[in-house]
């Protein structure tokens, strides 16, 4: 491998950091944001909805075409398209105006997610089993230090502080883009064939759905989602207003169950290979749900408690975003990038509903029940898991109709 590839592999770990900072801001500045705006839950929870319309939108772009595209220059200009975007979110006079700017924040991400991940076996085929979870795991860790560090940088007397939160993410953002120009046309010129699709014939990507393992994965990965996505939009406002933890404390409860996604993202390479991949999925999913009951009705308890609950939680759900994956790749190994865009429907459909349905729901009846039911979700998607799948998958269950 030589010395600008190596480089290169910088770059993306700075494009997945500013997009692991990314994923966990809404939630991280929801009390500044709605003080500035005077919005409701149910405005709040627009917010991800935006975003993964534009999510959505890249999605069915990648799904079609994604394969004929120069995934350097794609991760590139979507990392440009995020950071840019957070930037601009900054000068935002009014609510409508961020929500717009949104949908540009959704694409990014979808794009960025998709061909980083995919972009990385072909450019380091050699050390993919290091580079993939390496990538993954700097992804988790803006997760952890985004509901932590942002609070710092606002002020609650002046809660239109909280543009400073998505300012300090495309600051990174931009450093990554500048290493991305950088490195990204030597690269090219180095691994030409390995960014460009030489036969980009290939069976109509819909025939997928002729199975029914590939509904399967679209359920459980829904399910998996809507427990992520319940969980860093609300989880942080829930025990700010129901357990009377402060605003810069409430980080650290999220910051718990960040931090213990980033451990299962180091040990689960010791289970590889001795359980199956929806064995641990659906068992991780049992434990995050029920870690995350626990500390929902515990209001009453320490921030400590609280932390090491969500930590529990946070850490058996750390394997669920790794497994879903390999679970596509287990049964469908001749549509792996096909089959491994199914969860990207997924979380674009949940990105779509939850939050929004959520706010509704949270302005009637609070957010003690909206969040229990997420958690509940997780472990219906354990039992669609072990139900829904055979023992031995076979080897393309599309040619088998099943």
Partial sequence: MKKTSRFYFGALLVAFLTYGLFSCVHGTLATAMMSYFGTSTTDQGLISTIQYAGG???????????ERFNKVYAVTISLSVLALSCIAIFFAPTF????????????????LDSMGNSLLPLLYPERKHIYVPMLHSIHSTGAMVTPLLLPLLVNMEQPGTFRNGYLAIGIVGAVGILLCLLLGRSVNREKWDAVQVKNPKTVHPLKIFKSSRAWLLLAISFCQFTFNLATNSWLKYYFEHNAGVSFQ?????????AAGALVMRFVFPCFLGKLRSTTVFALASIFAGSFMIAAILATGASVTVLAILCGLAGFFNGVNGIAIYLIANEYFPTRM?????????????????????????????????????????????????????????VADLIEQGH
Avoid: D, Q
């Fill in 56 to 66: 959505l939108t890249m999605a069915l772009i990648i799904f079609f075409f994604g």
């Fill in 96 to 111: 409508g105006v961020m929500l717009c700017i949104i949908f540009f924040c959704g694409t990014g991400t979808t794009t």
């Fill in 249 to 257: 404390l409430s980080g650290v409860v999220l910051t718990a169950f």
């Fill in 337 to 393: 990038a096909t089959a491994s865009a199914i969860p990207m429907f997924a979380l674009s459909i949940a990105g779509l509903t939850v939050p929004v349905v959520m706010g509704a729901i949270s302005s009637v009846t609070g957010l003690m029940l909206p969040l229990l039911a997420a958690s509940g979700v997780a472990i219906l998607g354990a039992v669609v898991a072990l139900a829904g799948f055979k023992k031995v998958p």
